[in-house]
């Protein structure tokens, strides 16, 4: 259970059984199916002309953002990142130089989300499982809105990763065994009443990261032709959301295909 009941709509239902989010839970998973949620609707995109000239990162995309009108939007200066063009044979490549958030990734855009979602309900404690940067990401912000985070990581772990996670005072949990056991271990926490704070799972974030798009197509003055990112977790992918959001004519229903890894592929969005 949470604190306090959330006073608007999340604009987030179950991808399997429809059912909304429920107001006055934080459940990383639909309760009532196990399935995982996703946008209820479009957000609602201001194009740059219509925002404070004044604000700058995420705090310009407010509007757009789910977060509670009278919550605040725990921030450590994240996005605004520049967009680099490079000249590559005959092409000029554009480089998002997402390396430039707070904690060195482009987590931070969701997690500065979750995590103002977490303390807008008055959450002070919250578990992650991370191997790394949406670990940092989240022991960083929940300092900023003064949550007491635990994270728990594989012991096999980046020894910097582990140490910049505890430097923003998180509790480090280290888990003996693959990637899958920290996972398995934060859920059993979460099974005993802990807040969940999935970089992965909990909707909250996504809007975050779909800024990516919203910055990107602001700095070319729209969408680009194509975009090529890694990938590691189902957030990284459901940002190209914002291209929807930011220029609906520019996707198109034509797919290709990602690196195939463990002997599978994946689809990715292509643009016009």
């Known amino acids: 259970m949470i604190p306090g009941r959330r006073p608007e709509p999340w604009p987030y239902c179950c991808t399997g059984c429809g059912r909304p989010y429920p107001d006055d839970l934080l459940p990383y998973c639909c309760p009532a199916c196990g399935g995982v949620y996703d946008f209820s609707g479009p957000l609602v995109y201001q ?3 219509s925002m404070l000239p004044d604000r700058r990162g995420l705090a310009r995309f407010r509007s757009a953002l789910p977060i509670a009108s009278a919550a605040p939007l725990i921030s450590l200066g994240e ?11 005959s092409r000029v490549l554009h480089f998002k130089c997402e390396h430039l958030n707070p904690t060195g990734s482009y987590k931070d855009r969701g997690t500065a989300i ?14 992650e499982d ?8 989240f022991a ?6 003064r949550i007491r ?4 990581v594989p012991s096999s772990a980046s020894g910097a990763k582990r140490s910049q996670i505890e430097a923003y005072g998180a509790e480090l949990v280290l888990i003996d065994g693959p990637r899958s056991a ?4 934060v859920r059993l926490a979460a099974e005993g009443g802990a807040v969940y704070a999935s970089h992965a799972y909990m909707p909250q974030g996504m809007a975050g990261v779909a800024t990516i798009a919203y910055e990107i197509v602001e700095q070319l003055g729209g969408a680009p032709g194509a975009v090529i990112a890694p990938v590691g977790c189902r957030k990284a992918r459901r940002g190209q959301r914002g291209f929807e959001f930011a220029s609906p004519s520019a996707v198109t229903p034509c797919w290709t295909r990602s690196r195939p890894q463990a002997g599978r592929s994946s689809p990715s969005p292509k643009m016009n």
């Open 79 to 89: 996005g605004g990142t520049p967009l680099l063009p490079v000249q590559v044979g």
């Open 182 to 185: 920290a996972s398995n271990a």
């Open 149 to 152: 985070a635990r994270v728990f």
């Open 140 to 145: 960083a912000y929940a300092a900023r809105a």
């Open 114 to 127: 979750l995590v103002s979602a977490l303390s807008s309900v008055g959450v002070t404690e919250a578990v």
């Open 130 to 137: 991370s191997s790394g940067n949406a670990g940092a990401s």
């Open 47 to 49: 194009n740059p002309e």
